[in-house]
């Protein structure tokens, strides 16, 4: 197809020169077409052609002249759009750039942080496209690197050092500070303190109109008062036919001597008359005495001794506190080198309390599946227990604290053991060592008065030939972990006395 700009000669051909300066072809005046029309026309043979022809011609040339110059200069106003076109998207590839450039560059700002700028698939340049590839390998690398770490952080929880060491190796070959990229999230208010209290306050209101209506509705009834009634008709005598009296002394059994305050809880579940008698104020004061003495004499500023129980710091008897310490030490070194030459040492601290103010601690590797059975009761045959004795102090800075004096048992042994039988006698020891042990009472999580932390260890050394004390206090450190308390169903399965 031949460009509509180009002046054809009589055989259809382009002109040579017409390539060259179409503008003045095309702007020639019709004076003086003519001529260049019979120059352009002439014929090789004849020179010149016919009058009527050549008229004709001109006409025809005349048309031909305007539309190839309109179609010139739209194709000349289409090129330059297409041009400013490419231009406009060239700057704004250019500003996209620069912007995310100096994005990039600015402090505090890492390349895995970068977000790609909106911006066509079409106009997207091979340098962008590189940079967001690059910042997503950074992303995918940096995710590797955690799940590397937290997978090691398991691992050495669970005791696997090797396997521990193994993924922060690798981990760290991905992002070598890691450690510092990961962020630990703790809420506000973790254990919730000010919103328990707060719903604490609330419950008591409820459990007070509570105990009033059903004292109301038990008030209204007929002339012959029962706590109870039966639910179908027996043959048998109903626990409804017991009095008061026999009922507040099942209560008391159900406490025990071991103050199971939980399974009173769970009774008061039964029926009204049971919450009644679950709320008797006798029985809440006696276990507040039990357990803080002469210190509890006055009930301001709590509202009841029940809730008193309930909010007053206080050791947990319907279980153990237990600890696990580990630590590393390097062991004998070996010829060959599959010895691995240190090893993890793990042991246990069980502390149990009663309510007679009595205290039994064991330092143990055995694991307390096989230890918690030997506490239930204070005679145990295990050879490595402590006992003493304990006080509640509640300091001036409203800390309650423990205080515990623990020492070897003594093996009682009965009155003809050496009677009938020949036995070396065995020299009694000269020195009474002795343990006096301080710890802090807090609360962990939901769960209240559940955690012990050490402030004081001391070992107090006494000759009993000369009646001096020599005392060796211990350094508190990381060794010294926390004790929490962990509920045992069989301490409290059994009552051996009423409360």
């Known amino acids: 197809r031949t460009s509509p700009c180009r002046p054809q000669g009589p055989q259809g051909l382009p002109l040579r020169g017409a390539l060259l300066r179409p503008r003045t072809l095309l702007s020639a005046p019709r004076g003086q077409g003519g001529h260049t029309d019979q120059a352009g026309g002439q014929s090789p ?88 590839a690059r910042g997503k390998q950074e992303i995918a690398k940096e995710e590797k690197a955690k799940e590397l770490f937290l997978k090691a952080v398991e691992e050495e929880r669970n005791g696997a050092l090797y396997e521990a060491i193994k ?144 909010e007053r710091p206080r050791v947990r008897f319907d279980g153990v506190y237990v600890s696990k310490t580990k630590y590393i030490r390097q062991g004998e070194k070996s010829l060959d080198g599959f010895y691995r030459a240190w090893h993890q040492v793990e042991y246990y601290r069980y502390l149990r309390f009663f309510p007679d103010g009595q205290v039994m601690m064991l330092t143990t590797p055995e694991d307390p599946q096989s230890i918690v059975p030997r506490l239930r009761t204070k005679n145990t045959r295990t050879d490595a227990i402590l006992l003493g004795h304990y006080r509640l102090s509640q300091e001036t800075d409203n800390q309650t604290k423990v205080f515990a004096v623990i020492m070897k048992k003594k093996e009682e042994k009965p009155v003809d053991y050496h009677k009938y039988r020949y036995c070396r006698r065995v020299p009694a020891p000269e020195t009474d060592p002795s343990f006096h042990v301080g710890l802090q009472l807090c609360s962990s999580g939901r769960q209240r008065f559940n955690k012990l932390v050490w402030i004081h260890h001391s070992c107090h050394i006494t000759c009993r030939s000369t009646g001096e004390t020599a005392v060796t206090t211990f350094d508190i450190d990381k060794m010294y972990t926390p004790l929490f308390f962990a509920r045992v169903k069989s301490f409290t399965a059994y009552s051996e006395k009423p409360l």
């Open 167 to 310: 993924f922060y190796r690798l981990a760290m070959q991905l992002v070598p500070d890691i450690e510092f990229k990961i962020t630990y999230t703790r809420s506000p208010d973790g254990d919730g303190v000010g919103k328990r209290c707060v719903e604490d306050n609330k419950e008591d209101d409820k459990m007070a109109d509570l105990l009033m209506d059903f004292q109301q509705q038990l008030t209204l009834q007929e002339s012959s008062v029962k706590l109870c009634q039966p639910e179908v008709d027996v043959s048998q005598t109903h626990i409804s036919a017991l009095p008061m009296e026999v009922l507040m002394y099942i209560f008391r059994w159900v406490v025990s001597s071991d103050l199971d305050l939980r399974s009173l809880e769970q009774l008061s579940l039964v029926c009204r008359g049971f919450y009644i008698c679950a709320r008797d104020p006798e029985i809440w004061h006696q276990v507040c005495l039990k357990i803080w003495g002469r210190s509890c004499n006055k009930l301001v500023p709590y509202a009841s001794w029940r809730h008193m129980f309930l």
């Open 45 to 132: 043979r004849d020179g010149i052609a016919p009058p009527e022809r050549r008229q004709h011609g001109t006409a025809g040339r005349d048309w031909d002249k305007g539309e190839a110059e309109e179609d010139c200069h739209t194709d000349l106003v289409r090129t330059d759009d297409n041009e400013r076109s490419g231009e406009a998207n060239l700057q704004a590839e250019l500003q996209m750039f620069r912007a995310q450039w100096m994005f990039e560059l600015a402090p505090g700002v890492s390349s895995s942080g970068l977000e790609p700028l909106p911006c066509r698939a079409s106009s997207r340049g091979p340098g962008l496209k590189s940079l967001d």
